[in-house]
């Protein structure tokens, strides 16, 4: 069997998502053990007695071998060969370099030492993992955010409107690669799992370097409450009693992983704003695909909010929703910049009995030949109301007639907020902003009730990061 079919036996077997690091340090050994013919080898083979029905994975680090010299070159190739079979090993050693010296790493890691999996350094690029991804029955582990501090150094700094460490998930996608993603950044840890919903994860920085293991699990797990090597090394090697440490963790792992598929199988109660998100998207007014702007940029996404008038239901919660933000303003009276706008200023000064005006797009040639449909008063005050904002334009537009009647505005009301500078524009010019929803936020809504996958959610992120769009 190759590598992850060894892994899945081994997790189903024991029942353990708890993988052990071997990096042994001669400086911390007890004087029986230096007295052995291999120290560090005699130290690994009372470990792995100890917990071999407890892991579902041993991780032997390279460079606590390597500084051993040749004794403990030769202690890894012992250790390895005398961890069960039915057991993996993955080598850390986080090898990346270019074509010709990858190939020798990779024999190395595979051939010669006998590793199960390798953990890959990506920053060379494809072709300094290729060569590791060629033993296609063995694993590959990419340094995607690493549990250090120094990770925020390189690993969060944004290219291409992303992390650096969400584009080398991209890539581990790509290329057929699993990740290494420290317990020490949870929300990193979320964020990859929603891009990789299939992929095995190595977490380190359980136990020694404090990472939290229950927010690690809750990020990190699968669908099938799976998914995840969760490695702890120091604090279970060098633990009074290593076995109880181990079966400690191991127990610690399997009972959040019950709670979190507990939570999941319990009925879930939507908020206020995961209703409408929900009611939106499956009226139609949220759609994905891809569609020309009316700036003639291409979009991934299309918002579609005059689909309410068709739905009587969905209207009122829209209704609701700005009633509950207009309740703190103060205002004489609405006034809605058509099209979109008109029902649901309708159905709001219907629900609040206040009266309502609106700026015309185009003057009438004929009759009164008004800017502003309605009754007002200068003087008044008036809440502008729309359904979206991309950029600030059509809102100053529709706000200048009204001031130029003597009407003061000071506030913009709107159902959803694209997220892609219209607020600050506003700001700019003196005026508030206030949204129902994000755009963010319904993404987020959509991707965590299955609306769409975590690539559409990419993808439109990305969107809305790099774009600009007129509106």
């Not at 060894?6 to 001669?26: H, I, N, T, W, Y």
């Not at 702007?293 to 969905?314: C, E, F, K, M, T």
């Not at 800017?371 to 950029?391: A, N």
């Amino acid at each position: 069997m190759d590598f992850y079919e060894k892994l899945m036996a081994q997790v189903e077997r024991v029942d353990s998502l708890l993988c052990v690091g071997l990096d042994p340090d001669p400086s911390r050994f007890g004087p029986s053990l230096l007295e052995q013919e291999s120290p560090i080898f005699a130290f690994n083979r009372q470990i792995v007695d100890a917990t071999a029905d407890l892991v579902c994975a041993y991780k032997p680090n390279f460079a606590f071998y390597e500084a051993a010299g040749l004794e403990g070159l030769q202690a890894l190739k012992e250790t390895i060969e005398y961890i069960p079979q039915e057991i993996p090993v993955i080598l850390d050693a986080k090898r990346g370099d270019i074509g010709s010296t990858a190939r020798a790493y990779a024999r190395a890691a595979f051939e010669v030492w006998g590793a199960d999996a390798v953990t890959i350094s990506p920053y060379l690029g494809y072709d300094s993992v290729k060569p590791f991804l060629d033993y296609s029955d063995k694993g590959v582990f990419l340094l995607c955010h690493t549990s250090n501090e120094g990770a925020l150094d390189f690993q969060s700094l944004h290219c291409q409107g992303q992390a650096l460490h969400e584009l080398v998930a991209l890539k581990a996608l790509a290329w057929g690669a699993s990740l290494v993603v420290g317990a020490t950044y949870p929300q990193a840890l979320g964020r990859i799992r929603e891009m990789a919903p299939g992929a095995w994860i190595l977490v380190p920085g359980v136990g020694a370097q404090g990472g939290d293991l229950e927010q690690a699990l809750a990020a990190g797990l699968d669908s099938q409450g799976r998914g995840l090597v969760i490695n702890a090394s120091r604090s279970i090697i060098y633990a009074s009693n290593p076995r109880e440490a181990a079966d400690e963790l191991r127990r610690r792992i399997n009972q959040g992983r019950r709670e979190i598929d507990l939570a999941a199988r319990a009925p879930e109660t939507l908020s206020a704003k995961e209703e409408l998100c929900l009611a939106l998207h499956d009226l139609g007014c949220v759609r994905f695909g891809d569609f020309t702007l009316v700036s003639g940029q291409r979009s991934p996404i299309y918002l579609d909010l005059r689909l309410l008038v068709s739905n009587p239901a969905v209207l009122r919660r829209v209704a609701e929703a700005y009633v509950e933000i207009l309740a703190s303003l103060t205002f004489d009276r609405l006034a809605a910049i058509p099209y979109a706008a008109l029902p649901i200023a309708t159905a709001v000064a219907l629900d609040m009995e206040v009266p309502m005006i609106y700026p015309r797009k185009e003057v009438k040639e004929h009759g009164s030949r008004r800017g502003i449909e309605g009754e007002f008063r200068k003087g008044e005050r008036v809440v502008v109301l729309d359904d979206l904002i991309t950029t600030g334009g059509s809102k100053l537009r529709a706000i200048e007639p009204l001031e130029e009647v003597g009407l003061e505005v000071k506030d913009v009301v709107v159902l959803v907020d694209r997220g892609q500078g219209g607020g600050e524009e506003l700001r700019e010019q003196g005026y508030a902003l206030h949204a129902v929803l994000s755009l963010g936020e319904m993404l987020e809504v959509l991707v965590k009730h299955g609306r769409i996958t975590s690539a559409q959610h990419l993808e439109v992120l990305t969107f809305l990061r790099g774009g600009q769009a007129h509106g």
